[in-house]
């Protein structure tokens, strides 16, 4: 026994020492992400099997399983996530009046398509959603630590977006993980004056999801911002002397920042080219029932549904209660966001979910789980400790019951 344990004591000690490096400030920015993202994709791996395990599925028309065989595997193809497989493996199709895969956009099948002739496309699927929300916690850490200086706030942050109620569709066959990597790595780089790798990241942010298009004019508020013109300056002559001396001499950059809508042009003259129709993501969208009546009698409808029902006897409509929270509790820290993090950051916010709610309530919940800022003003507000147990104890508990819902065939979001 003396004899192997002196065999291995280096490679003991050698352990010993990466944990004790890995723990040092410098270190942070990966250990804090992946320490978020492991605790959290344990709990909905393990709740999702279980789920799936302990409550009978159903079984009948519409209600698939791609892999039946493999449940750790099978509980993340739900709802949507059909559309996305068969994208991969069939392209895409279009057919007026009928849900068409049109309404979803290319990039995460894409990247979907390059891994899955290796391992299948769910498990393609599954490996491309949690690789980009590591990669999306790890950008967020460091944009948050940019912005407040502090590794407590970064830290709180990955971590409440990572338990948030519907961080599950992280890891599900969703394009969640993908369009929350792409946008919050194209604001870090313009926040650090990369407008190349800006305008990069941000044409296939533009190219996961209609909403991507908003990140254009965050970082053209920045690109602004850092030549000395704000919405907060528009009325001062300086201001606008700064904006002309830079249109002069940054052009390049400019330039980089003006193929962010590439990513949506790109696939717009695809459907024109396939389907005659540059629009058919959107015009696809009634197939859903959805209407394009404006969000004030969007959520007046729908507030009247939900007062309309009987609470007593649970005959009512709870996912309402979901989306509504996440709808005006995005809009209420914007407000506080516009005056800590500035004007980008809110707008973007405000735009985020706004514009869904023209044609819907219905996955606001999940709408609002990719606008990244709210965490970072969550993690900033979480310096109290009252507030951080609540966020995390409220969070957690909710991720298990939809995660368990959604496993089960009930639509969450």
Known sequence: MQAIHTRFSPIKDSVQQIAIRLNQPEYYWLTRPLMAFLI????????????????PGVVKDGFYHVNPNNVWLDVWARWDSAFY???????????????????FFPLYPLLVSFLAPFVGTLAAGVIVSNSLFLGALIFLYKLTELEFNDAAVASRTVFYIAAFPTAFF????????????????????????????????????????????????????EWLRVHGWTLGTIHKREAWTNLFK????????LGAICIIPLGLITYMV???????????????????????????????????????????????????????????????????IWRRLGAGYALYCILSI??????GTGSLSR???????????????GRWQWLDRTVIITFSVLLGILTTLFVNWVFVA
Not at 95 to 103: D, F, K, N, P
Request: charged share 10%.
């Open 354 to 359: 706004v514009i869904p709610s023209f044609s």
């Open 270 to 336: 695809f459907l024109k080219v396939q389907f005659n129709d540059p629009i058919a993501f959107s015009t696809t969208q009634s197939a859903w029932g959805r209407e394009m009546i404006g969000p004030i009698a969007i959520i007046w409808r729908d507030l009247a549904s939900l007062m309309g029902g009987d609470f007593l006897k649970g005959d009512i409509w709870w996912h309402v209660i979901l989306d509504l929270s996440a709808y005006f509790g995005v809009l209420l820290i914007a407000v506080a």
């Open 40 to 55: 959290t994709r344990v709990i909905v791996f393990l709740g999702a099997y279980l789920a799936e395990i302990a409550i």
């Open 170 to 221: 992280f890891t599900a066959v969703y394009t969640e993980s993908t369009f929350l990597f792409f946008t919050i790595s194209t604001m870090y780089f313009s926040r650090k004056q990369m407008w190349a790798w800006a305008g990069l990241f941000g044409l296939l942010c533009a190219s996961s999801r209609i909403v991507g298009i908003v990140i254009w004019g965050v970082v053209g508020l």
């Open 246 to 253: 830079a249109l002069k001499t940054d052009w390049l950059n």
């Open 367 to 381: 709408y609002a789980l990719v606008i990244f800022p709210a965490f970072m003003m969550l993690g900033y507000w």
């Open 85 to 103: 497989i068969r994208i991969v493996e069939d392209g895409y199709w279009f057919t007026l009046g009928q849900q068409s895969a049109v309404a």
